[in-house]
Nanobody, 122 residues
């Protein structure tokens, strides 16, 4: 399986922006569907966005219009551009392979990595 490493988290004020990176190694991310997930303190891990192998994105309603998922094949990296961040976006963010079927497109297929922390505070 492809190894995934998240980075780019940090602390920002409400309305601020961050760009998270999910860098693959061992295999190319363009052959997979890659999703971003997040887990806030005291809450279950939830789906945020995914980019299909052919570049087609999908977003959870909670981030649609604010977040953009993309991929840079030269860097073998999937990005999550996070704009207009809000307090409720505070969470540990993870990337993972996801399925291609309707019932698995938001389901992680590999073990979870370390994640990267996003903190939105004023």
């Amino acid at each position: 399986q492809v190894q995934l490493a998240e980075s780019g988290g940090g602390s920002v004020q409400p309305g601020g922006s961050l760009r998270l990176s999910c860098t693959g190694s061992g295999r190319t991310l363009s052959t997979y569907n890659i999703g971003w997930f997040r887990q806030a303190p005291g809450k279950e891990r939830e789906f945020v966005a995914r980019i299909r192998y052919d570049g087609v994105p999908m977003y959870d309603v909670s981030v649609r219009g604010r977040f953009t998922i993309s991929r840079d094949d030269a860097k073998n990296t999937v990005y999550l551009q996070m704009n207009n961040l809000q307090y409720e976006d505070t969470a540990e963010y993870y990337c993972n392979r996801v399925g291609s079927r309707i019932d698995t497109m938001t389901t992680a297929l590999q073990a979870w990595g370390q994640g990267t922390l996003v903190t939105v505070s004023s």
